[in-house]
């Protein structure tokens, strides 16, 4: 069975800082990866998705994410971070024999000081 | 927009109480999981369907059984509650197909069990 981490549970960093939070899965299969994220009292909403071609996937809000398969990596990334993007974020993967099934990593909570 | 609603954002339970969860969804979508969310645990699959009467167990379905009487609804059960049912349970549905598609989550209901 697959599974993902996430290393870092939290993070805190001044508005205008770079994010880079890192996500590693074990599945050496075909996978589709995504990035989640619960900005605080809402609902878990897809932040950006890789599925094939570009390893360098784009989301809303200015995030993104590089597939690196020789690291079976997906870290997610944004150059400049701004308070209202304190929320936990979940890197979750789908192997291509999984079906229906994502499996989420433990997520990262993020807190962005104004 | 895809719209996933349960039944109570906030509940309070005693131990050995029969407990329901609601999750109702409004685009006719196939599949409907059940995760509980925990910190550090990020979501983990309790259980899915992907038809009326059909369900699967997921990672952790011990203490929990589901019914799928009607497509749009899928209730979690908790059969006897226990204090380490004490959670976040999220729900969370997605349209059928070959492909990997997107899952629409629900609010959450946070679920404390004294």
């Known amino acids: 069975a697959q599974s993902v981490s996430q290393h870092n549970h939290h993070v805190i960093l001044s508005e205008a800082a770079s994010l880079e939070l890192g996500c590693n899965y074990s599945y050496g299969g075909t996978v589709n990866l995504f990035w989640y994220v619960q900005y605080p009292g809402q609902h878990l909403q897809l932040l950006l998705k890789y599925f094939s071609g570009d390893p360098l996937v784009k989301g809303i809000k200015g995030f993104e994410a590089e597939f690196i398969k020789s690291k079976f990596s997906f870290n997610l990334r944004k150059p400049s971070v701004q308070w209202s993007d304190t929320a936990e974020y979940f890197c979750a993967v789908n192997a291509y024999n999984a079906g229906n099934m994502l499996t989420f990593g433990g997520g990262t909570r993020l807190m962005v000081k104004p | ?114």
């Not at chain 2, 059928?96 to 609010?107: N, R």
């Open chain 2, 1 to 114: 927009d895809v719209k996933v609603t349960q039944s109570s954002r906030y509940l309070v339970k005693r131990t050995g109480e029969k407990v329901f969860l609601e999750c109702v969804q409004d685009m006719d979508h196939e599949n409907m999981f059940w995760y509980r969310q925990d910190p550090g645990l990020g979501l983990r699959l309790i259980y899915f369907s992907y038809d009326v009467k059909m369900k699967e167990k997921g990672d952790i379905p011990e203490g929990y059984s589901v019914s799928r009487e009607k497509k749009e609804r899928f209730s979690l059960i908790l059969e006897s509650a226990s204090t380490n049912q004490t959670s976040m349970y999220l729900c969370a549905s997605r349209a059928g197909g070959s492909d990997y598609i997107e899952q629409f989550f629900g609010p959450g209901t946070r679920l404390t069990v004294l």
